[in-house]
């Protein structure tokens, strides 16, 4: 059964409640449906995706979310909360993903990411504010799936700054681990589904060929042939091709 939205009303309403069930002062991003519905980009979302930057601004927050009739889901709920930075949360239909600083292990919530952020309301306590829609679009580029290719449609008609994007993708590199490959396997995913050029594509592609070496073993390898040949230059088309044998 597919889950029932919470649209922008319900979301305000949301917020209007938990602001009066928090204790002291905090400042929570929204990064996923939930900013993109605030700004009127998308009618509903499933779920509300937020980020505290710290343990104190998350017990807060967790003390008011429970208050307002909000129980932790123990199935999602991991001991490592800390490192994993994610706890969820449930009442009814409504669902509250909150992360600590780092999103699923993956991205860290950056002081630029913090700059970009714009302002929504200020509560009596309670102070939110929305990640731009680049941010949003990097978040949401950095998994497969299906849902978000709709949003990150949307959100490319908004007109993104690629240059935003490709410099936190890859100030976030890791040692062993380059955003920018997942970036690209989902700009393909976009264009094959929309019929659609990004032009941004074959810069984002020339990150990739300067990381090549660190490149996932799995990369490109979802798609067939001849998406493969229609989306990556000649050179390094066989190297891919062979690895799905």
Known sequence: ???????????????????KNISEKITVYLIGGGSMALKELKLATVDIDVVVKTKKEFEI?????????????????????YKQAVMVFLKGISRVDVFIKSIVGMLDFTETMEERATLYKEYSNLTIKLSSNEDVFLLKSLSDREKDLPDNRMLIDTGLDWNVILK??????????KWVFWLFEQICRIENKYDISIPA??????????????????????????????NVPSSEQKEIINAKK
């Not at 059964?1 to 602001?19: C, G, Q």
């Not at 927050?61 to 909360?81: M, P, Q, T, W």
């Not at 300067?210 to 493969?228: A, C, G, H, L, V």
Request: a negative charge; glycine letters at 4%; aromatic letters at 8%.
């Open 1 to 19: 059964m597919e889950k029932e939205m919470l649209s922008k009303d319900d979301i305000k309403v949301f917020l209007e409640n938990l602001d």
């Open 61 to 81: 927050l967790k003390s008011g979310l429970l208050k307002v009739g909000f129980g932790i889901d123990e199935e999602a709920h991991d001991k490592n909360i």
């Open 168 to 177: 936190e993708c890859v100030d976030q590199h890791r040692q062993d681990t």
């Open 201 to 230: 594509k074959p810069r984002i592609f020339n990150v990739c060929k300067d990381n090549w070496d660190k490149r996932p073993s799995d990369f490109m390898t979802e798609f067939d042939e001849e998406i493969i040949k229609k």
